[in-house]
């Protein structure tokens, strides 16, 4: 028995400015702090407010996770970060 | 009916509406209309610099020294990429910084221009926020909205992307106390349960430990009063990291000096020891922590940061608290005193009398020499002749960087400049620039290394040419001494690339620049050479040899936990650096 945090896979919904670049400042973060991607979906969901939803599957320990939302939330252009996996 | 204003003319009113009153830059095709704006007023200064990168640092000694946003100017291409290691550093130590970059025309973007540089793409990472203004009415907008993103909160670095012909271009301008940000708003206020846990279990403490960071800096002087309020209160130790020094008067006794790699010894132990850690404004950075496994084992841990993403990144904390550090401690304070809390008196007394026991070890002795300057000896009488005035220090990275951290005393905050995060050598010198142009009055010294001083020498012509009265104090030792010393204790004394063997001579360096240049070279030219250097009006070099074979301690190496420091040369580590402790940083 391995005694290694368990890694979990989490689909996490980031509600976004529709501004140029907000889609490289999160996927940037990912790479940059050697997060994993494993499916991503982008969509405009209020044209009026320009609003758009970034929705990312991503795997790690808890505490990866808990940093993973932290750091998107910290983005500027971000307004909501939400785990739908709770 | 709002002002109609040239783009160029609304940059400059959003930098005085902000309160600039100098900025730091370099002109170029795609920025002239910016300079020329900048030549018909007189209310923001420009300071010339050498090169972009040397901007950045001077902005960022400002910034440090006064609490205030430094401001860069740098035109497009070239100019723009020159400051991305400024601004990595200003987002790795939280410096707020605004740097506006000029940018070819919209229609041209894309179209691999003469100096076109993908900035904002280059920048991303390395700053805290970033724009591109691609119309002149979002202009005013985007100016103060860059001001509010780099001070508030965690501080950082923003750039503002700004294409020519957005310069040229007319539009409306706003004031800055129109904006709301629509999605960034930085938790000032702690949340009231959190404080009041972490203040239950500072008062349930057996060896309490304050742990505090640049954050107790960055949030003012309000914050550094209030930390010496609660230490004193509560009679518990504090350290404080390389980028809080000045956060807790060195002066009282409470104080236990830097924590860390080359920090004090009772420091280290007191971390490593502790059963209560309270960290405020600090990040759990490696160059703290050492080997996480064994990073102060048997503690509870309380967290203060204003930024959510410092907590649980390194070490998993057992209160958090989110807030601004002045909010937080001023809550802190108030209920310590509602509720009458007072730490155990006879817990407390053995916890000191243990720590009285690392203290004696005197972790900063070192051999002194007749014959040859010891570099300590260096930093240690330049910080006694310049103890009682009013002094700011900066440096540049290496072991003169930790000697200045360990040897000099800070009482207040923001007298002490380096580059701690991303440990960038050539900082020193430009950022004095830019203390000295906040403080003209005031004594600034660069405690240097003769390595990293190379890395930026071209801006000594700048501080000739603004009458700069810098003083850099040169510990000369022909190696990049922090690299030698690791290949020393880690790859066999194998001294690959870390000498150098064709150094200038600093003393006709200084005369070309029209600097004064001063050279020791014997212990007792030591404190000669320092009194001239403070009594010469004008930019001096200080040039002192030193012993190249001196090594800095207190160590803890690599890999290794805080109880297995090294005190000195004769002592050797505990066991070999581990092969996990070879391949950190």
Request: net charge neutral; glycine share 8%.
């Amino acid at each position: 028995m391995s005694d290694a945090p368990q890694i979990n896979r989490h689909t996490i919904a980031v509600l976004v400015d529709n501004e140029a670049g907000v889609l490289a400042r999160v996927i940037g973060l990912f790479s940059g702090r050697g997060y994993n991607i494993e499916s991503l979906t982008v969509a405009e969901v209020d044209p009026k407010q320009k609003l758009s939803r970034i929705t990312v599957v991503t795997s790690g320990t808890a505490m990866i996770i808990e940093q993973i939302k932290a750091q998107l939330e910290r983005l500027v252009p971000v307004h909501r970060v939400r785990d739908l996996t709770k | 009916m709002t002002q109609r204003l040239s783009g160029s003319e609304i940059v400059l009113k959003a930098l005085t509406d902000q309160g600039v009153d100098v900025i730091f830059g370099y002109p170029g095709g795609a920025v002239l209309p910016l300079y020329d704006a900048i030549f018909k007023q007189n209310a923001v200064r420009h300071v010339l610099v050498r090169q972009e990168g040397g901007a950045v640092h001077m902005a960022e000694g400002y910034a440090r020294s006064t609490g205030k946003v430094g401001v860069v100017l740098v035109t497009s291409g070239p100019g723009a990429t020159n400051t991305v290691t400024g601004l990595t550093d200003a987002l790795m130590d939280s410096i707020p910084v605004v740097c506006l970059t000029g940018q070819v025309p919209t229609h041209l973007i894309g179209n691999d221009a003469f100096q076109e540089a993908d900035t904002t793409g280059i920048t991303r990472p390395c700053t805290k926020h970033n724009y591109l203004v691609r119309d002149v009415n979002d202009l005013a907008r985007v100016m103060h909205e860059a001001f509010y993103v780099a001070r508030s909160g965690r501080p950082g670095p923003v750039v503002v992307d700004l294409p020519k012909d957005v310069l040229f271009a007319e539009g409306g301008y706003v004031g800055p106390q129109t904006l709301e940000h629509k999605t960034y708003r930085p938790q000032l206020k702690g949340d009231p349960r959190a404080i009041e846990r972490a203040v239950e279990l500072i008062a349930k403490a057996k060896r309490p430990l304050f742990y505090c960071g640049g954050g107790l800096v960055n949030s003012g002087p309000r914050a550094a009063e209030l930390l010496t309020r609660f230490v004193h209160v509560t009679g518990a130790p504090i350290t404080l990291t390389l980028m809080g020094l000045g956060a807790y008067p060195a002066s009282d006794k409470q104080f236990l000096g830097m924590v860390g790699m080359h920090g004090m010894y009772e420091s280290n132990m007191a971390m490593h020891d502790c059963d209560v850690m309270i960290n405020i404004g600090a990040r759990f950075d490696d160059r703290v922590t050492g080997k996480l496994s064994a990073f102060a084992p048997n503690s509870k841990k309380i967290h203060v940061d204003i930024d959510p993403s410092s907590i649980n990144k390194n070490v998993a904390v057992d209160v958090p608290v989110v807030g601004d550090a002045a909010n937080v401690l001023e809550e802190m304070i108030r209920i310590w005193k509602d509720r009458k809390y007072a730490l155990d008196v006879k817990a407390l007394d053995a916890w000191w009398k243990k720590i009285e026991t690392w203290r004696a070890r005197n972790c900063l002795s070192f051999k002194d020499s007749d014959t040859i300057i010891k570099p300590q000896y260096a930093i240690r009488r330049l910080y006694e002749a310049t103890k009682d005035k009013d002094v700011y220090i900066t440096t540049e990275v290496g072991q003169h960087q930790m000697w200045a951290a360990q040897f000099f005393k800070f009482e207040k905050p923001n007298r002490w400049m380096t580059s701690g995060g991303l440990g960038t050598m050539g900082y020193g010198l430009p950022a004095a620039i830019g203390v000295q142009m906040a403080h003209p009055k005031s004594l600034v010294i660069d405690v240097a290394g003769e390595a990293s001083f190379l890395m930026n020498i071209q801006e000594l012509s700048t501080a000739v040419q603004y009458r700069l009265p810098i003083k850099a104090f040169i510990v000369n030792n022909q190696y990049m001494g922090m690299v030698r010393q690791w290949q020393e204790l880690l790859h066999g004394g194998r001294y690959a690339e870390s000498y150098t063997a064709s150094l200038p001579d600093f003393v006709k360096l200084a005369e070309a620049y029209g600097l004064t240049g001063l050279r020791a070279t014997k212990p007792n030219e030591v404190d000669g050479v320092i009194e001239k250097m403070l009594s010469t009006p004008g930019p001096v070099i200080a040039d002192i040899v030193v012993d190249q074979t001196e090594n800095c301690f207190p160590m803890i190496p690599s890999g290794a936990a805080h109880n297995e420091m090294i005190l000195g040369p004769e002592e050797k580590a505990a066991q070999p650096v581990s092969e996990e402790g070879m391949v950190l940083v």
